[in-house]
């Protein structure tokens, strides 16, 4: 996590992530992975990152709960449903952008700081 050490606004883009296994890792060794990324990023300051996400992927929003990321920029509806569910987690949250089309009824979790 070398871009969470600069002393400067970082902005990260997350554009078509898929997490998944390869075809010689089993189900158990993902899941290890996947913690050990969640506990790298967990162990750095990300008040200063922006992270742009246009990915619907509930397993990016599970790794992220619990981060001190800044900002969070979310591009599509999908992906604002999803990251409802950590919004309240977020422990260093100033801002968030819903960059979508929104229509009928839509609920989001947001944290009362926010």
Not at 74 to 90: G, N, V
């Amino acid at each position: 996590m070398l871009l969470s050490s600069l002393d400067h606004h970082v902005k990260c883009e997350l554009w078509d992530v898929v997490l998944q296994s390869n075809e010689e890792a089993g189900g158990n060794e993902l899941y290890s992975h996947l913690l050990h990324l969640r506990s790298e990023i967990l162990s750095h300051d990300m008040s200063n990152m922006q992270i742009l996400v246009k990915t619907d992927s509930k397993e990016l929003f599970e790794i992220l709960r619990d981060t001190s990321i800044g900002i969070l920029d979310l591009i599509t509806a999908d992906s604002a449903s999803l990251a409802s569910e950590i919004f309240h987690t977020l422990n260093r949250l100033t801002k968030l952008y819903l960059r979508a089309t929104y229509t009928g009824r839509c609920d989001l979790k947001l944290p009362g700081l926010l």
